[in-house]
T-cell receptor, first 110, second 113 residues
């Protein structure tokens, strides 16, 4: 399983963009990079995933470094509801499990 | 469509007892996996089932077991409960074998006293 490094915590203000970094220097060429988040008192929730190129969906954008050793989850306009623990998870194609690290606890100030 | 349903939501058991937790995946999903979440260890993978077969297992003692039925519903069982088994147990379902966009239930909070 590839190792990941994320900041323990980050803080931002409502309606401002948030950039959540993740280092995954041991990732292999076919590992997808997934992001999940866990809101208080809920199960984890899928956010986005990508392989090489940047990805966008209604929740967020994912920017993947050219060497794939790091990625950044971008929340374009944070809301209070985005306060959660965010997990960056490299996944081997076809794997049947998610290996969660400690994640980044994101606090959003009103 | 309905999400992943876990029952019961809360459970209190005594050391030495056994417990069975249930998970109903999203309709059409055939892969079900289980995770344990504790403050000390975080989220840890227990096992994954697809078409009634266990495909992958995490590093947990044999007291933890599971099964999947033909309708994809899954149960996990913990025998001879220990205080350290107190945790939030989460179930996740995916559409296809190896599918990694997983949808999680709200979990079962187990307290062992």
């Amino acid at each position: 399983d590839a190792k990941t490094t994320q900041p323990n915590s980050m803080e931002s203000n409502e309606e401002e963009p948030v950039h959540l970094p993740c280092n995954h220097s041991t990732i292999s060429g076919t590992d997808y990079i997934h992001w999940y988040r866990q809101l208080p008192s809920q199960g984890p929730e899928y956010v986005i995933h990508g392989l090489t190129s940047n990805v966008n969906n209604r929740m967020a954008s994912l920017a993947i470094a050219e060497d794939r050793k790091s990625s950044t989850l971008i929340l374009h306009r944070a809301t209070l509801r985005d306060a959660a623990v965010y997990y960056c998870i490299p996944i081997i194609q076809g794997a049947q499990k998610l290996v969660f690290g400690q994640g980044t606890r994101l606090t959003i100030n009103p | 469509k309905a999400g992943v349903t876990q029952t019961p939501r809360y459970l209190i058991k005594t050391r030495g007892q056994q417990v069975t937790l249930s998970c109903s995946p999203i309709s059409g999903h055939r892969s079900v996996s289980w995770y344990q979440q504790t403050p000390g260890q975080g989220l840890q993978f227990l096992f994954e089932y697809f078409s009634e077969t266990q495909r992958n297992k995490g590093n947990f003692p044999g007291r933890f077991s599971g099964r999947q039925f033909s309708n994809s519903r899954s149960e996990m069982n913990v025998s001879t409960l220990e205080l350290g088994d107190s945790a939030l147990y989460l179930c996740a379902s995916s559409f296809r074998w190896g599918g990694t966009e997983a949808f999680f239930g709200q979990g079962t909070r187990l307290t062992v006293v």
